[in-house]
């Protein structure tokens, strides 16, 4: 896929995260690893008012080349990028039931059960949570970048998620799982659940 190609993408799976209000106003924000280095989203853009023209270009070394200035969580991107040098895109969004789960007191457990295939074939067997940190602080890369080494992607306390993928629609469609199993482990909350076996994870990892 061309750099224009990559651009294009970005506008239209912003878009569409947008319309069905995974983000809202300014919040969230795309990266696509390029030969070049890397594409992102400007500081401030909302999802649904992208310019293909005005997206942010990063070299290798996370120097602004290009585009607009690029969104101060610039750091967030950098740490999952160094975690999973396989990962071609990361997702952060601020969706609705991933914020609210990460602003609860944390439980003995994970707070999203593996509940459904589902989740566990995009997510992996468990999501971790990262401390709070500052939007933009650069005290958070040491969290992500370990967390990273593990797992694709993390919940954010009291701030929402980030999730890397091998393309940018992988990390789209799994911060849309991610969001939909918060939704789930919100409205099961109290109730007596039956969580996959370690026998039906193992057969969907």
């Known amino acids: 896929m061309s750099q224009s190609e990559q651009r294009q993408q970005i506008v239209e799976l912003g878009a569409s995260l947008f319309q069905r209000g995974f983000s809202v106003g300014s919040?969230?924000?795309?990266?696509?690893?390029?030969?070049?280095g890397f594409l992102m989203t400007p500081t401030n853009s909302s999802l649904g008012r992208l310019r293909a023209?005005?997206?942010?270009?990063?070299?290798?070394?996370?120097?602004?080349v290009g585009g607009d200035r690029?969104?101060?969580?610039v750091v967030m991107h950098r740490a999952l990028y160094e975690a999973r040098p396989d990962a071609q895109a990361v997702?952060?969004?601020?969706?609705?039931?991933?914020?609210?789960l990460s602003c609860l007191q944390p439980g003995p457990g994970p707070l999203i059960p593996p509940l459904?295939?589902?989740?566990?074939?995009?997510?992996?067997?468990?999501?971790?949570?990262?401390?709070?940190?500052?939007?933009g602080s650069p005290e958070i890369e040491s969290s992500i970048t370990e967390a990273g080494r593990g797992a694709s992607a993390m919940i954010l306390s009291n701030h929402g998620s980030v999730v890397a993928g091998s393309s940018l629609e992988a990390a789209v469609n799994a911060a849309e799982e991610l969001e939909v199993s918060a939704q789930?482990?919100?409205?099961?909350?109290?109730r007596p659940v039956r969580q996959l076996t370690e026998e039906q994870i193992a057969e969907l990892l």
């Open 27 to 36: 919040a969230g924000n795309i990266s696509v690893r390029v030969p070049e």
């Open 70 to 73: 690029p969104t101060k969580e």
């Open 91 to 100: 997702v952060h969004l601020h969706s609705l039931h991933v914020t609210a």
């Open 116 to 135: 459904t295939p589902y989740f566990v074939m995009r997510l992996g067997r468990d999501v971790p949570t990262i401390p709070y940190y500052r939007p």
């Open 184 to 190: 789930l482990a919100l409205m099961l909350a109290d």
């Open 53 to 64: 023209d005005r997206l942010s270009l990063l070299d290798h070394q996370w120097n602004h």
